[in-house]
């Protein structure tokens, strides 16, 4: 029954923290520090149920120890005297020796495991550099140093676990002792003194192992203090989104335009530059709009700003009269996104393209016509098994260009009313890349198009150009 519901817990708790993490309003956030997301999800979900297993036990025994001290306080009041000098003395020795160390432990413990899975990460995303520059012997041993601190800092955390069994053992023995020289010395009975011993042994066997437990359950909670605050402050957040979703009255966009742009500043959370200071734009029906700029001027936290993802400083972003941000859910339906990486998921092709749908609920003619805008037949023609042939992780097995051409597909998929690419096409040849640009137009002309890139050769297929730098937006 107790597992079953702390596992039930584990299950709901992660689940929770899922849903939030890949969340809009979690977005900023997953960019920044996806890593120790994951560490979270993983090490602090298990520290966090364990710790309210360690709850469970800790209110039994103490309800099993209160009902010991009580039925020896009304029969035999020197031997609850006995017990409970022993209990506390215990309980404060040992407080007094670990309690904040196992609390700094407890700490350190987090920042290791946060650690952990960022070297993890890294080494995963940097193979193919590893193994060329032949780094291998380098990042094993960042790993190894951290597996190694982490073993460490749960080796003291037992150390110091096992230590109220030693102490209760020492004090128990030392009591019991200075009361056996006590009655030899006050000349009391045989009888009396093998009776009292008696009780007095058959309380502490039951009351120590009691005292000891409630002193692991109470050092444990130091321990997991970092986890259970963080695991409490998500899960509130993750309560907030719920009651969001639930009294969400999204507008619903008739139109896409023109999209409004007012006096719009942005920077990055616990960055003091701004990236955007007070810019404005007009983005009008069917605009077709090729956006330049240097590297790191803004041009893909624009694309996230229009997209929602973002929210701004200050300023709006409206449409309809209509903050976009505040009906995030009806105004991402608007659009295909198609991003410098494209993310592929391990699955078919197919499953990829229809990204997230149920192959029974895909749309068949749609499909076949987002295929053919993304030059994607003949590549697919070669395959043994077409759009169902199976892909590996993040497309290990398709080229650079092949997988643009599967996000853009995907993207046209939905039949958006406004389209953004984000350099989505950097990897595909000139010769395809017009191709394809020249498909997309055809079939756009009553949508918007942005179109992120640095080949300023491609500004004769849009109505005009935008160039972003650091002193704001510049229409060309």
Wanted: a positive charge; hydrophobic letters at 40%; glycine letters at 4%.
């Amino acid at each position: 029954m107790e597992g079953d519901y702390i596992y039930k817990t584990q299950k709901k708790i992660i689940t929770k923290l899922y849903d939030l993490y890949i969340s809009r309003d979690h977005y900023n956030i997953f960019k920044l520090n996806s890593s120790r997301l994951m560490s979270n999800i993983v090490s602090d979900t298990s520290i966090f149920v364990t710790a309210t297993k360690n709850l469970l036990i800790f209110l039994s025994e103490i309800m099993i120890a209160a009902g010991i001290l009580c039925l020896l306080f009304f029969l035999e009041p020197t031997m609850f005297f006995f017990n409970f000098i022993i209990a506390v003395s215990g309980m404060m020795i040992i407080a007094i020796i670990t309690k904040k160390k196992i609390s700094k432990m407890g700490y350190e413990s987090k920042r290791l495991r946060d650690e952990f899975f960022i070297k993890l990460n890294n080494s995963f995303d940097s193979v193919k550099e590893i193994n060329v520059y032949k780094k291998n012997l380098f990042f094993s041993r960042l790993f190894y140093n951290n597996n190694q601190d982490i073993f460490q800092n749960n080796k003291k955390l037992h150390v110091f676990q096992a230590l109220p069994k030693i102490i209760y053992e020492i004090l128990g023995v030392t009591i019991l002792a200075m009361i056996i020289i006590y009655f030899t010395l006050s000349l009391v009975g045989e009888a009396e003194t093998i009776t009292f011993l008696a009780v007095a042994g058959v309380s502490a066997f039951r009351l120590i192992p009691s005292a000891n437990r409630i002193i692991t359950c109470l050092q444990y909670f130091s321990f997991a203090k970092k986890s259970v605050n963080l695991i409490n402050n998500e899960i509130t957040q993750a309560r907030k989104l719920d009651l969001k979703s639930k009294n969400n009255n999204s507008h619903i966009f008739l139109k896409t335009h023109p999209i409004i742009i007012n006096n719009l500043s942005y920077k990055y959370p616990n960055r003091q530059d701004y990236i955007f200071k007070d810019i404005s734009l007009e983005i009008k029906k069917n605009d077709k709009i090729l956006v330049f700029g240097e590297t790191g001027s803004g041009k893909s936290t624009l694309i996230e700003l229009i997209l929602g993802l973002l929210e701004p400083s200050a300023g709006k972003i409206q449409v309809e009269n209509k903050n976009l941000h505040e009906n995030f859910d009806t105004w991402s339906k608007k659009i295909g996104y198609v991003p410098q990486k494209i993310s592929l998921i391990e699955g078919t092709i197919l499953s990829n393209l229809a990204f997230g749908q149920d192959d029974k609920d895909i749309d068949n003619e749609s499909l076949k016509r987002s295929i053919e805008i993304s030059e994607l037949n003949e590549f697919f023609d070669s395959l043994p098994n077409g759009s169902q042939t199976l892909i590996g992780p993040d497309g290990s097995n398709l080229s650079g260009g092949q997988k643009q051409r599967i996000g853009i597909a995907r993207a046209l998929y939905r039949n958006p009313q406004i389209l953004v690419f984000d350099e989505s096409t950097n990897a595909i040849d000139e010769v395809l890349q017009e191709k394809i640009i020249k498909n997309i137009l055809n079939i756009s002309r009553e949508k918007i198009i942005l179109f992120i890139s640095h080949d300023r050769n491609l500004e004769k297929h849009f109505d005009y150009s935008l160039q972003i730098s650091k002193s704001g937006l510049k229409k060309i």
